[in-house]
């Protein structure tokens, strides 16, 4: 037997269910009273009389046939009677029932343009939903298909309204303001598109053929029909659709601008609800295939009563094609020996709840004072009296028969109360007490407490049949599936619920896509109290499936539904229904749909089982974090983990949380590492506090990585795993220090009063996120302000007497960073710049009592900068490396009080005069000065410390602070370094040593390639032109070899007017000098210095004068050298000669062809315009095109 699905069934079908019952009934006589089940048995039929002949394929007519046979139809309902007159509702009933669509739509022209127009069509064809339902859902195993097929429509659309918002308006990716103006532009275009349609139905309406002339038409085939212009706007579109599917693309265009009022990219500008048929090729092969012959029809009768049979069984009356007619009349066969086995059961089931109902009608009758009742014996049961017997079948049959499709009209039924028009004269038949009977699906109380619905019985002396007939003219429509919705009344709240299950699979596609998510309390209301399981997963599946792409606030609307769904529902169930809508869109195509996933696991976590919280939805997060290529969906799988990490209690999982740690720490991308420390290691922090392992395992693991990883740097140091290790230490310091306060030994002495002063705003740095917020971590603002007064007088009165984690802080950790810093290379900037940011935040969420009692001494005793230690090896060793930059510019700028900038000045004072005195390297002292004057707070600071450089007594310390200033510049305000800087640096110059004065060129370098002040420029250019041309420079080789390196330094960024002037010829003259240089090492060092200067100059815009007269010469002096020096430089030299020599002659050919260039390009744009007309003028095939490219032979 095939499955049918009860969410699939048309309208069309259920008509076709309720339909023949009908005629059924009307060949009864009046004196069987209101239509039913036969005396006897209402639940089954009859075994004695005769049995009634279901007609499966009787007189119905396919599409193609020359008419439908009405008359024959109505003959056989009035079997045995006198003639009837068919009326012509019954008429348009047929027609819609058997979807003759078409045929329906012209019987409603041709009455409404005599005036008689038929509320049944006019209500059908103004429903568009009665045309979208063909593409929403498919048609059941056994639904009739038309000779033509299934309408083929396009999936995307529908309902009327969305035509194009359901095209555009699904992205979730754009911003707000473009939204907006994108959904106004698409409302106006469906406006248009609306206006459209309806005018192309108008005059389809007013072009319509009259029936008289179309009869002309179809006898006299030489008379061709006018093509209306609903078929013209269809042809047009498949005729273009042929052409770009076989490459006639010019005839497209062609003819698209010949039909420029035709969009002939949607197929839905051609008409309204009007379904796509097949493209031209498919027409023409199908053209000749002969189409079923309305009289290849048989009748075929089986013994079952007609009204009892459920409506999908009556919905096959013709075949689809006429080799499928026996197998379709085998499957009805098979199908209706089913339905008699169903319907034996059912007759027993009955049965049993007959003699239940009767103890309970008698024990009713006792209980309520009233006039006595008449008995209800099994005769009073077999009366026709259908809602009697479709109210007895009460919610103890629900779940027997719910299960089974086939079953659901009468278990449906069974909680409602009807009020279709057959229902009133059934109440008229039945005796009062039947009321007694509608109460069934309540509870017992409820039976007992609600009276009886009665209604005043009128004193006539009607027959039923004449009654039924006369409440038939009531404009009631009960026979369609929303009808039939519509009619019965749920008295019930399971009920209530089977009815939004059937409907809402029905009303989804209909809604617009920007406003489903109004949906999501229904759907979700009904997913909670739903009986059936399949019904309630068919339900979650809707509301994941929602939308295509929801974004972020459809999204947050869908998670707020699935959080008060596990609230109300529980975690078990939780588990069993939300969780795999989770896991089957972990791999969706769009992302925004497995960030719904992510989402979901974060947001379900705290209503999950702790079992499947921390094993399943554990690895789904990490799956999706290991393989997922969206940085948004990883980014949001990261806050789920860190919720994760903040409900899970099992602590054999801290290894796999600390390696997903470490995992989205390594991640790519920038926001997803932002996650990880805005929300993971909080979260996974605060865990790992609960279970005693912050001090004890996470920050000693990260420890231990950093120094692995120092020790495997001595070849090179991976500076992204240092700084990835290292700022996941710096998100640890807010937790250590809530830890710390947390065990002090004043805890519980921490009272909350009105007398807490508040904290200052800058006491901690600014957290990354509100859960490194050491107030969050604590619980509270007035707490952590208690804590903080009692922790500052304990750390200053009191000391650290059995304090054991701010012991293990300073005893343990501190040590252990102050050694591994001092491994770090000096002069990598970036490892110096994460180490002072580390000890910044550390000392500054630690207090400065603390900074100044526990941090400051331990570096102080290691650098030991007393004078007695300036010749010590191990003070120098100290002094040049990491330390010295990191407790500058992390420990000491701290606080920026007077006496602490004092401090930061005295102790780069010192340091500057140890490494000058002992001849160490500079590369700490450098380090500290280049990360100081990244900020322009320090910049006046920085030029105190290199003032009292300057006007030191040593030499030594001159030269280092003239080579400090270098550094300092860049960044400079030019006010600074006229006031300040450049006097401090002529004063340099005057001084008597020439390793002073030399010490000043690349500092002067940097002031010609930053500053634009020309006084100063010009400054700096006379003392820069003293060093060049008084003589007693001549033989300063330090000197010349200097300023060709600064030269080649700010040349390519100074002003091209410095460049050619100064530079260009200093460096021409410096060339022709070395040249005679006698001292051979003197004369390949200048010589190498010099190379490396024109190399890079020779990258300038430099002007063909200075080209010809200074740069070409001090190349080819340049080249002298190098031929007897190093004859593999002289080869690069001659290729630079020669480029520089044709980019001369190049300038001169295009100076010489300068007055030709305008010609030429009106001769090309000329050319161009004749090409372009006759490619516009060329309407041939492509074939064609291309001979057009072909060489003539």
Request: a negative charge; proline letters at 7%.
């Amino acid at each position: 037997m095939a499955s049918v699905n009860p969410f699939n069934v048309s309208d069309s079908d259920e008509e076709a269910e309720r339909r023949p019952n009908e005629t059924v009934d009307t060949e009864r006589s009046p004196s069987e009273g209101a239509p039913g089940p036969p005396p006897g048995n209402s639940f089954s039929p009859s075994a004695d009389g005769e049995p009634p002949t279901l007609l499966l394929s009787g007189n119905r007519t396919s599409p193609s046939g020359e008419g439908i046979q009405f008359p024959a139809a109505a003959t056989s309902v009035m079997a045995g009677g006198t003639e009837t007159r068919v009326s012509v509702d019954v008429i348009a009933a047929q027609l819609l029932r058997d979807q003759y669509i078409l045929t329906a739509l012209e019987l409603h022209t041709e009455l409404l343009e005599a005036g008689r127009e038929l509320p049944r069509l006019r209500d059908y064809f103004s429903n568009p939903g009665n045309f979208e339902r063909q593409s929403g859902t498919p048609p059941a195993k056994d639904q009739v298909i038309g000779p033509g097929g299934p309408l083929n429509r396009a999936g995307s659309i529908s309902t009327l309204d969305s035509l194009d918002f359901a095209r555009y308006s699904d992205d979730g990716n754009r911003e707000s303001d473009e939204r907006v103006a994108v959904l106004e532009f698409e409302l106006r275009k469906a406006k248009e598109t609306i206006q459209a349609l309806r005018a192309n139905l108008t005059q389809a309406a007013e072009s319509e053929v009259p029936s008289q002339e179309r009869k002309n038409f179809k006898t006299s085939p030489e008379i061709q029909e006018p093509i209306r212009p609903l078929e013209k706007r269809a042809l047009n579109f498949l005729v273009n659709e042929y052409l770009l599917k076989n490459d006639y693309k010019l005839s497209s265009i062609t003819f698209s601008d010949e039909n420029d009022d035709q969009d002939f990219e949607l197929w839905d500008d051609v008409g309204l609800n009007i379904p796509k048929p097949p493209d031209l090729l498919q027409l023409y092969r199908s053209c000749g295939t002969p189409l079923s012959s309305p009289r290849s029809t048989v009748d075929v009768s089986v013994a079952v009563d007609f009204a009892d049979l459920p409506g999908n069984c009556t919905a096959q009356q013709s075949p689809k094609k006429p080799s499928l007619y026996s197998q379709k009349q085998t499957e009805v066969v098979q199908e209706l020996e089913y339905q008699i086995s169903l319907l034996n059961t059912e007759k027993q089931s009955f049965a049993e709840q007959i003699k239940k109902l009767q103890s309970e009608i008698q024990t009713l009758k006792r209980s309520v004072i009233s006039p006595p009742l008449t008995t209800l014996d099994l005769g009073s049961q077999n009366a026709p009296n259908p809602l009697s017997s479709s109210t007895t079948i009460t919610s103890n049959t629900t779940t027997t028969f719910s299960t089974n499709p086939l079953s659901m009209p009468s278990t449906d039924s069974s909680h409602y109360l009807d009020i279709r028009g057959d229902s009133d004269s059934k109440c008229e038949v039945n005796p009062p007490h039947q009321n007694t009977s509608q109460s069934c699906p309540q509870t017992h109380s409820e039976k007992k407490n609600r009276p009886p619905v009665q209604f005043d019985k009128p004193n006539r002396k009607l027959s039923p049949v004449f009654q039924q007939t006369l409440l038939s003219f009531c404009r009631m429509c009960p026979d369609s599936r929303l009808g039939a919705e519509v009619s019965r009344i749920a008295d019930s709240e399971e009920s209530v619920m089977l009815m939004l299950g059937r409907c809402l699979p029905h009303i989804v596609p209909n809604v617009l896509l920007a406003k489903r998510e109004e949906l999501i309390p229904l759907i979700l209301c009904t997913a909670c109290l739903h009986p059936e399981p399949k019904e309630r997963d068919q339900l979650l599946h809707i509301l994941f499936n929602l939308i295509k792409r929801p974004d972020d606030e459809q999204r947050q609307m869908i998670l707020t539904g699935c959080v008060a769904f596990a609230r109300h529902v529980g975690p078990t169930r939780v588990e069993a229904e939300l969780l795999p809508q989770c896991w089957e869109q972990i791999n969706h195509k769009y992302p925004e749909r497995r960030l719904l996933v992510a989402e979901s696991c974060g947001a379900l976590a705290p209503y999950l089982p702790k079992e499947i919280r921390s094993s399943l939805v554990l690895s789904m997060l990490q799956q999706m974090l290991t393989e997922d290529k969206a940085d948004m969906v990883r980014e949001a799988v990261v806050k789920s983990l860190g919720i994760i990490m903040g409900y899970i209690d099992d602590p054999d999982k801290y290894s796999q949380g600390f390696e997903l740690m470490l995992l989205s720490l390594a991640d790519p991308s920038e926001r997803v590492v932002s996650a990880v420390h805005q929300v993971f290691i909080p979260a996974f922090a605060a865990w790992t506090t609960e279970l005693g392992m912050l001090h004890t395992a996470l920050i000693p693991s990260l420890l231990a990585r950093i120094e692995k990883l120092l020790k495997q740097g001595d070849h090179g140091l991976d500076e992204h795993k240092l700084h990835m290790f290292l700022s996941g230490l710096q998100s640890l310091i807010p937790p250590l220090f809530a830890v710390v306060l947390q065990n002090a030994p004043f805890t519980s002495r921490a009272i909350l009063n009105g007398d807490i002063p508040a904290i200052e705003v800058t006491r901690f740095p600014r957290p990354a996120s509100p859960l490194q917020d050491v107030a969050t971590i604590i619980g509270s603002r007035e707490m952590l302000s208690a804590l903080l007064v009692l922790y500052d007088h304990q750390l200053e009165h009191e000391g650290t007497t059995g304090w054991d984690s701010l012991l293990w802080v300073v005893n343990q950790l501190l040590p252990l960073l102050i050694e591994i810093v001092g491994r770090i290379n000096v002069t990598s900037s970036i490892c110096v710049h994460e180490f002072s940011r580390f000890f910044w935040r550390f000392c500054r969420t630690f207090g400065k009592i603390f900074t100044n009692t526990k941090v400051k001494p331990q570096f102080q005793e290691i650098l030991r900068l007393s004078e007695e230690n300036v010749d010590a090896s191990a003070g120098n060793g100290i002094l040049t490396k990491a330390t010295v930059p990191i407790y500058a510019t992390g420990v000491l700028t701290c606080y920026n009080q007077e006496e602490d900038r004092k401090l930061l000045v005295g102790f780069l004072e010192d340091v500057m005069t140890t490494l000058s005195l002992s001849h160490a390297p500079l590369d700490s002292l450098k380090a500290s000065f280049v990360e100081l004057g990244a900020n322009p707070v320090y910049h006046e600071l920085l030029l105190t410390v290199l003032w009292y450089g300057v006007v030191h007594t040593s030499a030594l310390v001159r030269c280092t602070a003239a080579r400090m200033f270098e550094l300092v510049l860049r960044g400079m305000s030019e006010a600074l370094v006229d006031r300040r800087a450049a006097p401090a640096l002529i004063t340099l110059c005057s001084g008597p040593e020439f390793s002073v004065r030399i010490s000043t060129i690349p500092a002067f370098g940097t002031i010609m390639e930053t500053v634009t002040q020309k006084e100063l420029l010009e400054r700096v250019k006379m003392q820069l032109a003293s060093f060049l041309e008084d003589p007693q420079y001549q033989d300063q080789h330090s000197l010349h070899m200097e300023i060709i390196r600064t030269f080649g330094r700010v040349g390519p960024n100074a002003e091209p007017r410095f460049r050619d002037d100064f530079v260009l010829p200093h460096l021409h003259k410096l060339a022709l000098a070395n040249n005679h240089q006698v001292v051979e090492t003197k004369r390949i060092d200048i010589a190498m210095q010099l190379f490396e200067a024109y190399s890079a100059l020779s990258c300038c815009f430099i002007s063909e004068e200075v080209m010809i007269n200074h740069f070409l010469p001090g190349l080819r002096c340049l080249r002298v050298d190098m031929e007897q020096l190093s004859p593999e430089h002289e080869v690069i030299l001659s290729s630079m000669i020669k480029e520089c020599e044709i980019k001369v002659e190049n300038r001169g050919m295009a100076d010489a062809q300068g007055s030709m260039s305008i010609a030429s390009t009106l001769v090309g744009e000329d050319a161009k315009t004749k090409f372009l007309s006759k490619m516009g003028q060329l309407t041939t095939s492509g074939a064609m095109l291309a001979n057009v490219f072909q060489r003539k032979k």
